[in-house]
């Protein structure tokens, strides 16, 4: 284990500008797993948790990127559905090897082109997932599979399309999980603690992982899941990354766990790896002696599927995919994806309490996205080419949230010395009345979407702007507040925020 002193070359370490204010990245599962792209469907995967705890959890796991996981739980429906879809004798390798196949001749620039499109900063990739297959020809090959990983540069590929339409590269890598270097397969809270490898010949291999990565690619990102090994020397390898890439950022899930000094709570709540951010959560409150386990460095939290009711004090990103699985989900129905209204309101909230929103894409094993997937993040692009200067280089606000006089929900965020007032949904009424708002006399108002000046006055008990006749048909609407504005006691927040 390392020591404090070790974690000390980063006290202080500011947050890179860059990314504060690009405020969305695009987070793309691909791999093995989308050749069958088949998990359940979850309504409601808090409720999911609640109800069954860990092991009904990783029985009816909707996340399909777990395939090889919940495909060998007996009885499971992922299980029951590879039998009867493709055979007893089919294994995970038929999918590594097809998907092999049909990555080869991938057009990557398509995702590369529905991020860009989706004004997206960033695009995070998940070069290994807990499956251990690799998107890029690994110099460290697996240590008992072998060759398990794709023969094309994936990695770099992507890498290139992303940099060459301005965006940023990350990369997210598991190191906490490589199901296939101890045969593991989690059915409940002990399987859990076991899979997470940490002997001398796995920290070689996933520290080479990572060193390779870096030297290759210098990710803009360095995104890791679940853990890290406890006996390997973190904060060497946080150092070797700054001094490669000096604005790169790190996320929270590299916490270093020694099960066999006391630390199996900690390692059976993080080993549920993304669903543990939902099922840290629902514990009872007097059994969290801890927050969420984090390394004792990081430069952004990344909880999953979450909001947040007031601002942070430091950032974090919100980590959900288009609907209820990362990668694609043949399974999932239409009314399980995002809505374009849902989306634009979901980053509105998320970037007015200083947020960042990481959100995933699966496409198919040929580099195609699918279209009920692209056509939220399409629309959320259009509304950023509109709304934009509200949401990219913003921060938040003295207040995050507010409710109109007519009941509708609205987000603050500050664009310099502006005021930006961001409604959820289009005014029922004609003047748009802030409760608790107070502005001076230099005060002015403006339609972000269609630069109209607008009457603004402060009427004593709240602002007041009168709308235009005629409202632009969008899900969320801009009215940047200039000059002198308050938000005095009496301002108003929404009794229940949205989640």
């Not at 796991?61 to 007893?88: D, F, V």
């Not at 092999?100 to 398509?110: M, N, S, Y």
């Not at 023969?151 to 199901?179: C, I, K, N, Q």
């Amino acid at each position: 284990m390392t020591h404090a002193a070790d974690w000390a070359q980063f006290a202080g370490r500011a947050l890179p500008t860059w990314y504060d204010d690009v405020k969305l990245g695009i987070f793309v599962h691909w791999g093995p797993y989308s050749v069958p792209r088949w998990a359940p469907r979850a309504g409601d995967i808090q409720q999911l948790i609640r109800d069954g705890g860990p092991r009904r959890m990783l029985r009816e796991n909707p996340y399909s990127e777990w395939y090889l996981n919940t495909m060998r739980i007996p009885g499971s429906p992922t299980a029951e559905h590879h039998r009867s879809t493709y055979g007893p004798d089919c294994g995970y390798r038929h999918f590594a090897e097809e998907f092999t196949r049909e990555a080869e001749d991938a057009d990557v620039d398509q995702i590369a082109e529905l991020a860009a499109a989706a004004g997206a900063g960033y695009v995070v990739l998940t070069t290994k997932h807990h499956d251990g297959y690799t998107l890029w020809p690994a110099a460290h090959p697996h240590p008992t599979l072998g060759a398990h990983g794709s023969g094309r540069d994936l990695v770099g590929a992507l890498d290139e399309a992303v940099r060459a339409r301005g965006m940023r590269t990350g990369l997210y890598y598991s190191g906490g999980y490589d199901w296939p270097y101890n045969d593991a397969t989690l059915t409940g809270p002990a399987d859990l603690l076991l899979a997470m490898p940490d002997d001398p010949t796995y920290v070689r291999y996933v520290e080479g992982h990572v060193r390779e990565l870096i030297e290759r690619y210098r990710p803009a990102v360095l995104w890791n899941d679940i853990g890290w090994p406890a006996s390997a020397d973190l904060p060497a390898l946080f150092a070797d990354y700054y001094a490669a890439v000096p604005d790169g950022v790190v996320n929270d899930r590299w916490a270093q766990t020694d099960v066999k000094r006391g630390g199996a709570a900690e390692a059976l709540v993080r080993g549920l790896g993304c669903l543990a951010q939902l099922a840290w959560k629902l514990l009872p409150e007097d059994s969290r002696e801890l927050s969420f386990p984090a390394s004792p460095h990081h430069d952004v939290t990344t909880p999953e599927y979450a909001r947040l009711e007031t601002i942070a004090e430091t950032k974090w990103e919100t980590v959900r995919g288009v609907g209820h699985s990362f990668a694609a989900n043949r399974n999932e129905d239409p009314a399980d994806i995002v809505t374009a209204g849902e989306l634009v309101h979901m980053l509105v909230d998320v970037v007015s309490k200083n947020g960042n929103l990481l959100i995933g894409v699966g496409p198919l094993p040929d580099g195609s996205v699918p279209d009920e997937q692209q056509e939220p993040l399409r629309a959320l692009g259009r509304w950023l080419h509109e709304n934009g200067s509200a949401i990219r280089g913003s921060r938040p606000w003295v207040v995050p949230a507010g409710v109109a006089e007519d009941g509708t929900e609205v987000r603050f965020t500050r664009t310099g010395d502006d005021v930006n007032v961001i409604t959820l949904g289009t005014p029922t009424a004609a003047e748009l009345v802030l409760p608790g708002l107070v502005a001076g006399p230099d005060v002015r108002a403006l339609l972000v979407s269609t630069g109209q000046t607008l009457d603004v006055n402060d009427r004593g008990d709240g602002v007041c702007v009168r709308l235009p006749g005629r409202v632009p048909v969008s899900p969320a609407h801009v009215v940047r507040l200039s000059g002198e504005v308050s938000a005095g006691k009496s301002a108003r927040g929404p009794e229940a925020l949205p989640r």
